[in-house]
């Protein structure tokens, strides 16, 4: 899938995870949530597991092949899958992802339609709560 117009770069940080954090919805356990590196969120239990799985362009997926939604999905997916599989309830997410200074803002606005289409298919009290976004070779 090719992605017109402009590239995150272009945009700037700021204005570029404002425009994608608007296609994301929140949650009732977030105090703090998106917009930073970090977030505050409340639980009820006191057990808490914490998985992170990692995501390579041209190793675990291809651009040719997967468009930003199909990635953002994948991403919670795999991270959800391992939750469950600890016996946990996934409540909170952080997405760190590394663009290319080639990125357009339209794909990273559809990988946060993919982050939230799954968040809605699996579990409608996930929320994506922060992370990080940084400039590198390849999207990771």
């Given at each position: 899938?090719?992605y017109l117009g402009?590239s ?8 570029a ?11 009732e ?18 057990r ?13 997926f291809?651009?040719?092949w ?9 991403a ?5 899958a391992?939750l469950?599989a ?7 997410l ?22 939230q289409?799954a968040?809605?298919q699996?579990?409608?009290s996930?929320?994506?709560?922060g ?5 590198g070779?390849?999207?990771?």
């Amino acid at each position: 899938m090719e992605y017109l117009g402009e590239s995150i770069i272009q945009i700037g940080e700021s204005e570029a995870l404002a425009r994608a954090l608007s296609v994301l919805k929140s949650a009732e356990s977030t105090l703090v949530g998106s917009g930073d590196d970090a977030a505050v969120i409340t639980i009820t239990d006191p057990r808490v597991v914490i998985t992170t799985d990692t995501m390579v362009e041209n190793h675990d997926f291809r651009n040719s092949w997967s468009s930003g939604f199909d990635l953002g999905f994948k991403a919670v997916m795999t991270n959800a899958a391992d939750l469950v599989a600890m016996g946990a309830t996934p409540r909170a997410l952080t997405v760190a992802l590394i663009i290319s200074s080639e990125t357009k803002q339209a794909w990273l606005e559809d990988f946060a339609r993919g982050l939230q289409a799954a968040c809605d298919q699996f579990s409608p009290s996930i929320e994506v709560v922060g992370g990080d976004l940084a400039l590198g070779s390849e999207i990771v």
